[in-house]
């Protein structure tokens, strides 16, 4: 539920190459893409077109993430599908749900809440939260929690935003799908829909 894209990239990046060019990233991101601090996203198994998009959009200030501020502007656009295209061959790790929020979590991933218009997460995301990779949908299974938490509170706020920032996140395609979601979801379901998601496997 982080994303929604049109006109994409294609992708062709080498996976051997691009694991050369992660040394800076496996500081927060993890030598595999699993990060071990919940405010960096996993990025083990991440689709390579979802990817891509991300590293282009950071890079040209259509996503903006303080952290990585001048990290890409060396990489040229083969090196940055090199790097997707690594991250997307590793295997991202599961987390554990709070038994507490599992019932919500699962209501709002598989069904929304159509009270409110917050459509249901597994539509774009998949059932197994394994994403759409064709569509560039990221895969959210196994992301933590802190960190899903964190982009849909951002998304929420890029709702009413006029200009990208490290507070507001408005890099999800011209209809604006995560950010009119986000806005709908109220602070508890975010605990719980992040939660449920931290859990998610197969």
């Not at 890079?59 to 090199?82: N, P």
């Not at 690594?86 to 919500?104: F, H, I, R």
């Not at 009413?160 to 986000?182: F, I, Y």
Request: overall charge negative; hydrophobic content about 35%.
């Amino acid at each position: 539920m982080l994303a929604g894209f049109t006109g994409l990239a294609s992708a062709e990046g080498n996976a051997e190459r691009g694991e050369q060019l992660t040394a800076t990233c496996a500081g927060c991101h993890g030598a595999d893409g699993n990060s071990a601090a919940a405010s960096f996203p996993k990025l083990a198994g991440q689709g390579e077109p979802y990817l891509l998009k991300q590293l282009e959009d950071i890079k040209s200030g259509a996503r903006v993430v303080t952290q990585m501020t001048g990290l890409l502007d060396g990489y040229d656009q083969q090196q940055l599908e090199d790097i997707a295209a690594y991250y997307a061959e590793q295997t991202m790790t599961t987390g554990e749900a709070d038994p507490s929020l599992v019932e919500l979590g699962e209501q709002l991933y598989r069904g929304g809440n159509p009270e409110t218009g917050v459509p249901a997460c597994s539509g774009c995301h998949n059932p197994a939260g394994q994403g759409i990779e064709a569509a560039a949908f990221p895969r959210l299974a196994g992301q933590h929690a802190d960190y899903v938490a964190s982009q849909l509170n951002k998304f929420a706020r890029g709702y009413r935003a006029e200009e990208p920032s490290d507070d507001a996140r408005m890099n999800d395609g011209d209809s604006g799908m995560m950010q009119t979601t986000a806005f709908r979801l109220k602070d508890f379901e975010i605990e719980a829909l992040a939660s449920y998601i931290n859990g998610l496997h197969q």
